[in-house]
C-alpha cells in the first residue's frame, strides 16, 4: 500500500516530517508535506496518519 498526502488537505504543521523525516519532507515551497517514500513500511507511518490534524496522509 503507498502512502499518500491529500496536498489539498494538508495543512503544513511539519508533524509528519518531525515524526518520520525517512518518509517525508516539506515541498520546495515549505508549504506541504510530501512522501519521498511512499512504499515505506517504517512504523512511524502510522503514528503519522494518527496524528495529522487534518487527516491528509492515508496508505492506498
Do not use: H, N, Q, Y
Not at 494538508?10 to 508549504?31: N, Y
Not at 511512499?38 to 492506498?60: G, N, Q, W
Amino acid at each position: 500500500m503507498a502512502i499518500v498526502i491529500d496536498a489539498e488537505e494538508c495543512v503544513g504543521c511539519e508533524t509528519c516530517v518531525e515524526l518520520c523525516p525517512d518518509v517525508f519532507e516539506m515541498d520546495d515551497d515549505g508549504e506541504k508535506a510530501i512522501v519521498i517514500k511512499p512504499d515505506s513500511d517504517a512504523e512511524c507511518v502510522d503514528e503519522c496518519i494518527d496524528t495529522c490534524p487534518s487527516e491528509a496522509i492515508s496508505r492506498e
